[in-house]
């Protein structure tokens, strides 16, 4: 079992960075390709960043894409995603999710292949 705490959340003015963590507990960390979800209002649970088990392959949705960097610390078993240039339409919950794979290279894109997830933490960007 994988426990997973999300924090930084925040409120911030578009145009503005936060960086987001995931402290992870229990497991073998380095088992586990992690990725970044998000909710906003209304709207169904979607992909935003993956990385591999190693940290050595990373995968965006076109959204974020040239705006958002996932990475992670192996040794603190940390993953983190800095956001920059937000825009209001990035208002969501955002989850940190792990899924053990065999395959260091793998970054899964689907929610349903995720194992674990965070209780999530609040962004908001206000226009």
């Known amino acids: 079992q994988v426990q997973l705490v999300e924090s930084g959340g925040g409120l911030v003015q578009a145009g503005g960075s936060l960086s987001v963590s995931c402290a992870a507990s229990?497991?073998?960390?380095?088992?586990?390709?992690m990725g970044w979800f998000r909710q906003g209002p209304g709207k169904e649970r979607e992909f935003v960043a993956a990385i591999s088990r190693s940290g050595g392959s990373t995968y965006y949705a076109d959204s974020v894409k040239g705006r958002f960097t996932i990475s992670r610390d192996n040794a603190k078993k940390m993953v983190y995603l800095q956001m920059n240039n937000l825009k209001p339409e990035d208002t969501a919950v955002y989850y940190c999710?792990?899924?053990?794979?065999?395959?260091?290279?793998?970054?899964?894109?689907?929610?349903?292949?995720?194992?674990?997830w965070g209780q999530g933490t609040q962004v908001t960007v206000s226009s």
């Open positions: 229990g497991g073998t960390f380095s088992s586990y390709a």
């Open positions: 999710a792990a899924c053990f794979t065999y395959y260091i290279g793998r970054y899964p894109t689907d929610v349903n292949e995720y194992h674990y």
